[in-house]
Nanobody, 119 residues
Framework: QVQLVESGGGLVQAGGSLRLSCAAS????????MGWFRQAPGKEREFVAA???????YYEDSVKGRFTISRDNAKNTVFLQMNSLKPEDTAVYYC?????????????WGKGTLVTVSS
């Protein structure tokens, strides 16, 4: 079992930045593919970014060049640095563990943190 706790969401103006953090429980964090998904109001949850245990990174097209995923295996934490935020980035952001990038899904989920971008 893996428990994931997100933090760092909030209200920001368009063009601003936020950094999300996700603390994970368990001893095998470094071996797990970690990632972020988001769900906007009235929409389905969508893949945002992932980082494999080997350091490979994957991004949804709309966030490439603006978002950066990283991880600190010593602290069992994964981050999502979000720059140049747009109103359409408004969503609940979910941390995920054991991400399957091709399938755009994961085995473990956090409860989410709300990001609101005002225009």
């Amino acid at each position: 079992q893996v428990q994931l706790v997100e933090s760092g969401g909030g209200l920001v103006q368009a063009g601003g930045s936020l950094r999300l953090s996700c603390a994970a429980s368990g001893r095998t964090f470094s071996t797990r593919n970690m990632g972020w998904f988001r769900q906007a109001p009235g929409k389905e949850r969508e893949f945002v970014a992932a980082m494999s245990s080997g350091g490979g990174v994957y991004y949804e097209d709309s966030v490439k060049g603006r978002f950066t995923i990283s991880r600190d295996n010593a602290k069992n934490t994964v981050f999502l640095q979000m720059n140049s935020l747009k109103p359409e980035d408004t969503a609940v952001y979910y941390c995920a563990a054991e991400v399957q990038v091709v399938a755009r899904t994961a085995n473990y989920w956090g409860k989410g943190t709300l990001v609101t971008v005002s225009s």
